[in-house]
């Protein structure tokens, strides 16, 4: 199992930037996949995006495409999700987790990721 902690949420007016970051503790993170997942009041969880860890290969969901950026630091076991251009339909709760599956085409599944953080809260005011 893995821990993973997440940081870097807060209040930013539409168009701000913010970069939330994931640190991850307790196993060896080579050959999976850290994702980004977000959660609206009375909404289901939905992906935002993914990184694999063995060769840095990136996913995102249509909606932040040109928008948010996910990047990871080996040597500190953490995954960044940069956003710039935010817009009010942001604001989420935003939680990292970690996918074991291999399988390239159920990447955006949110029912595939199994470890999760505790999520960090994102509010953009408009």
């Known amino acids: 199992q893995v821990q993973l902690v997440e940081s870097g949420g807060g209040l930013v007016q539409a168009g701000g930037s913010l970069r939330l970051s994931c640190v991850a503790s307790?196993?060896?993170?080579?050959?999976?996949?850290m994702g980004w997942i977000r959660q609206a009041p009375g909404t289901e969880r939905e992906f935002v995006a993914a990184?694999?860890?063995?060769?840095?290969?990136?996913d995102y969901a249509d909606f932040v495409k040109g928008r948010f950026t996910i990047s990871r630091d080996n040597a500190k076991n953490t995954v960044y999700l940069q956003m710039n251009s935010l817009k009010p339909e942001d604001t989420a709760v935003y939680f990292c987790?970690?996918?074991?599956?291999?399988?390239?085409?159920?990447?955006?599944?949110?029912?595939?990721?199994?470890?999760w953080g505790q999520g960090t809260q994102v509010t953009v005011s408009s």
């Open positions: 990184i694999r860890w063995s060769d840095g290969r990136t």
């Open positions: 307790g196993r060896t993170l080579r050959s999976y996949t």
């Open positions: 987790a970690v996918r074991y599956s291999s399988t390239p085409a159920t990447i955006t599944w949110v029912s595939t990721y199994a470890d």
